[in-house]
């Protein structure tokens, strides 16, 4: 009887301590619950009696404190046909339990104007210039203000964009109404004066329209220099001088005819058209104030087209346009073809070309822009596109007119060409290829026409 009562103690109190001990679980929170604490051991077995067999094992296993599991029954029974107590080791507690997760709220995002470092804390996915703001923002001349609103910027860009080129006086600046690109001074800005010394005379510097002065050569003059402090040398023309049909040409003093579309020139005065646009003589397109509306490329120079860097389409940091020249081996037609050589690796390779002066727009709908195209050296994507572009500050459009699955064979003409329809005022064209993969090569452009409705 005493035995039975001394194991039921025994039982009794270890089933009491392991509820005592047993762990809560832990519930979802927003913050991280830690570990619980390990379990308690269980208590030792009775000793068996003289001749019966041992004593229990160790009794219940302790329980895991808050959070944890309870522990092991590890304590042994007593051997056979002794007194000997069980084993008094006890039972091992229970390893930590982890706590619950965090709880998974979203956090809202900012409205615009609010203070952020990355797209994904604002409402609009734009963080420009710290804010979130109404729109990725990030032509050179253009930035985000306080209220979340991107606008057109006076002076210098607003970093981290890229500073104007130039150099003074002909260093770019943002005018206040173009967003996407520096504007440059034209001819009309004064480098350097002309000077005659002696018998030498040397034309005046001037803007060239892209951020450096012009080097015009110094000449002998046959009678000496002019009297009167004219900086010029004897019987040379001057501005007025010269018939309907001709200007004066600073370089030789002569009066000389007027310049042709597409041939270069460094002012106004030089081209018949009266419109002299990145130092190419361009025919009138509209009121818009002058621009090109054909380039075929026979002068030997890329007629006012450049590496596009609108940000309207993934150019800035894009593929990269290495460097835009001219070919007279490979053209279409005429003595030379614009030359394109481009790196990418499914990024853009696009040159683009001004059709008005600053600050001037042309509606293009109904407009057609057409060129020959030809693209050498790695094999295309199927997926790769070639695309006709409009765009000025205010819009873009694109329209496809090439597609790689198209493209059967390279180093092949194509003669494309695309009609805006929809409404754009713009003051570029641009011609760019979409590669949609790593690209190495070369694009050639020839003929390139804009002719109206």
Request: aromatic content about 4%; some cysteine; hydrophobic content about 30%.
């Amino acid at each position: 009887m005493r035995f039975l009562l001394g194991r039921w103690v025994v039982l009794t109190l270890g089933s009491v301590g392991a509820s005592l001990l047993a762990g809560s679980g832990c519930s979802e929170s927003r913050s991280f619950t830690p570990h619980g604490g390990a379990g308690s051991g269980g208590s030792a077995g009775a000793g068996g009696a003289t001749t019966s067999a041992g004593g229990q094992s160790g009794a219940s296993a302790g329980a895991g404190a808050p959070g944890g599991r309870a522990g092991t029954t590890s304590a042994a029974a007593g051997t056979s046909m002794t007194n000997e107590a069980g084993s008094t080791s006890a039972g091992a507690g229970g390893e930590a339990a982890e706590g619950g997760a965090a709880g998974s709220a979203e956090t809202a995002k900012s409205a615009l104007g609010t203070r952020c470092t990355a797209d994904a804390e604002c409402r609009s996915d734009h963080c420009t210039d710290g804010v979130c703001c109404d729109s990725a923002c990030s032509g050179q001349c253009e930035s985000c203000n306080a209220r979340g609103q991107c606008g057109a910027v006076s002076g210098k860009p607003v970093a981290p964009r890229a500073a104007c080129a130039g150099t003074t006086p002909c260093e770019g600046t943002c005018d206040g109404s173009e967003t996407k690109a520096c504007s440059f001074p034209d001819s009309s800005t004064l480098c350097v004066a002309a000077t005659c010394d002696g018998n030498s005379f040397t034309p005046k510097s001037v803007c060239d329209g892209s951020g450096a002065c012009t080097e015009p050569d110094s000449r002998t003059c046959a009678n000496g220099c002019a009297t009167g402090g004219s900086a010029a040398c004897a019987a040379d023309c001057t501005p007025t001088s010269c018939a309907s049909g001709s200007y004066c040409d600073d370089a030789s003093g002569n009066c000389l005819p007027l310049l042709d579309t597409g041939a270069s020139c460094s002012a106004d005065t030089e081209c018949a058209s009266a419109s002299c646009i990145a130092r190419v003589c361009c025919a009138d397109v509209s009121a818009c104030g002058g621009g090109c509306t054909s380039w075929s490329f026979d002068s030997r120079t890329t007629e006012g087209w450049v590496a596009d860097t609108d940000p309207g389409f993934p150019v800035n940091g894009g593929g990269t346009t290495n460097g835009v020249t001219t070919s007279t081996t490979t053209a279409h037609d005429g003595g030379a073809a614009l030359a394109v050589p481009g790196t990418a690796n499914g990024q853009i390779v696009s040159v683009t070309v001004p059709i008005c002066r600053s600050g001037s727009t042309q509606n293009l709908a109904g407009f057609t822009l057409s060129a020959w195209v030809r693209l050498t050296g790695t094999a295309l994507s199927p997926d790769s596109f070639v695309f006709f572009d409009a765009w000025s500050a205010s819009g873009s459009v694109d329209n496809p007119v090439l597609t790689g699955d198209s493209i059967v064979v390279l180093d092949t003409w194509y003669h494309l060409s695309t009609t805006f329809s929809s409404t754009i005022d713009a003051d570029h064209v641009a011609i760019r290829l979409n590669p949609e993969m790593s690209w190495s090569g070369t694009m050639y452009i020839d003929s390139v026409t804009l002719t109206g409705p």
